[in-house]
């Protein structure tokens, strides 16, 4: 089983669109969570820290439930500008490695 | 230009020869990554440091990589005997202490022809 999983995408969703990418964590040790952003052909950028409490920012909503060992990512009213590949990302203690997902792919078009 | 930065963008090489491949990160940065990403797969950890101290490395490494951090700056990262399937974008990130957001240079795309 992989340490990170998500769901395999593409989402293919229209202009103003609200949308949400699903993760789960296998380690049930893993101590900090985030999405990152890739846009094609580029480096992997901070999107976001995931908290248990949740945490917004803007149109994006990012929310952990440790005793799942689920994180998600809803993002409303979707621009084309959003269109990128989302990573779901855990690291496992502090200052450690960080264990990424395979990604999702968004699309959002006109 | 304060951000991480590899070189090469890009390396094309013979199957067999050696490549050598160098991260600047950001300065006063003291954790330093490497990862390994292919097409349609997210980043896979290779390796990091911490100041010159290597402190993990992945079991997916085999002997023919090596990285070094000689003096707890820039990085290099060494294969040796390079096969197909080593080809694959490189990358290098780093974050600064006390901070867990890890910033990326644009990576290293090696081809193995």
């Given at each position: 089983r992989k340490e990170v999983e998500q769901?395999?995408?593409?989402?293919?969703?229209?202009?103003?669109?609200?949308?949400?990418?699903?993760?789960?964590?296998?380690?049930?040790?893993?101590?900090?969570?985030?999405?990152?952003?890739?846009?094609?052909?580029?480096?992997?950028?901070?999107?976001m820290s995931v908290y248990s409490s949740?945490?917004?920012?803007?149109?994006?909503?990012?929310?952990?439930?440790?005793?799942?060992?689920?994180?998600?990512?809803?993002?409303?009213?979707?621009?084309?500008?959003?269109?990128?590949?989302?990573?779901?990302?855990?690291m496992m203690e502090y200052g450690n490695k960080l264990v990424f997902g395979a990604g999702t792919i968004l699309r959002v078009k006109s | 230009?304060?951000?991480?930065?590899?070189?090469?963008?890009?390396?094309?090489?013979?199957?067999?020869?050696?490549?050598?491949?160098?991260?600047?990160?950001?300065?006063?940065?003291?954790?330093l990554y490497w990862y390994r990403q292919t097409l349609g797969q997210g980043p896979e950890f290779l390796t990091y440091f911490q100041n010159e101290a290597q402190l993990e490395k992945s079991r997916l490494l085999s002997d023919r990589f090596s990285a070094e951090r000689p003096k707890g700056s820039f990085s290099t990262l060494e294969i040796q005997r390079t096969e197909q399937g080593d080809s694959a974008m490189y990358l290098c990130a780093s974050t600064a202490f006390g901070s867990t957001?890890?910033?990326?240079?644009?990576?290293?795309?090696?081809?193995?022809?």
């Amino acid at each position: 089983r992989k340490e990170v999983e998500q769901d395999p995408g593409p989402f293919n969703v229209p202009e103003g669109a609200t949308v949400a990418f699903n993760c789960t964590y296998s380690n049930s040790a893993s101590q900090s969570f985030f999405w990152y952003r890739q846009d094609c052909r580029k480096e992997p950028k901070l999107l976001m820290s995931v908290y248990s409490s949740g945490n917004e920012d803007g149109r994006f909503t990012a929310q952990l439930n440790r005793a799942s060992q689920y994180i998600s990512l809803l993002i409303r009213d979707s621009k084309l500008s959003d269109s990128a590949t989302y990573l779901c990302v855990v690291m496992m203690e502090y200052g450690n490695k960080l264990v990424f997902g395979a990604g999702t792919i968004l699309r959002v078009k006109s | 230009d304060t951000g991480v930065s590899q070189n090469p963008r890009h390396k094309i090489t013979k199957r067999g020869q050696n490549v050598t491949f160098r991260c600047d990160p950001i300065s006063e940065h003291n954790r330093l990554y490497w990862y390994r990403q292919t097409l349609g797969q997210g980043p896979e950890f290779l390796t990091y440091f911490q100041n010159e101290a290597q402190l993990e490395k992945s079991r997916l490494l085999s002997d023919r990589f090596s990285a070094e951090r000689p003096k707890g700056s820039f990085s290099t990262l060494e294969i040796q005997r390079t096969e197909q399937g080593d080809s694959a974008m490189y990358l290098c990130a780093s974050t600064a202490f006390g901070s867990t957001e890890a910033f990326f240079g644009q990576g290293t795309r090696l081809t193995v022809v």
